[in-house]
């Protein structure tokens, strides 16, 4: 079985970084990384490392993606859990197997990392995202 090594990052929405930076940052202690502009996303992150694996803060940056509809519906909050997986097309295949619906049946290659979603109605309402790392 593939094996899930950590926790890569939990995902945040949020309306404003600089405000949410006040509480993850300025009230809670943890040490921000960088904000980048990452226009696959359609998001600016902040990047928050907590050991071995970081918070994410998420601000669409556009009305039409997936972050921008959470953020209208729900105000923001937790988005997504990413596990860190050792080959993610064989987890995606063992999961597949096992009857879990998977928004990505294929990983999406991105610069440094294959990823992919699993659908919240397998997993109890969580949104959970695998990423393979490239070495
Ligand atoms: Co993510």
Known sequence: MAKINKIN????V???L????????????IE?????????????????????????LVK??????GTAKFLA??????HHLCFEVDDITAKLA???EKGVRLINETP?????????FIHPKSTGGVLVELYEVLH
């Open 9 to 12: 990052h939990v995902a945040i």
């Open 14 to 16: 949020v309306a404003d």
């Open 18 to 29: 600089d405000q949410a930076l006040t509480f993850w940052r300025d009230a809670l202690g």
């Open 32 to 56: 921000l990384s960088h904000v980048e502009d990452v226009p696959s996303q359609k998001a600016a992150v902040a990047f928050l490392p907590v050991g071995d694996s970081e918070v994410e």
């Open 60 to 65: 669409p940056t556009s009305d039409d993606s």
């Open 73 to 78: 519906e729900r105000g923001g909050g937790m």
């Open 94 to 96: 063992e999961l597949k």
């Open 108 to 116: 999406m290659e991105l610069p440094g990392r294959k990823m992919a």
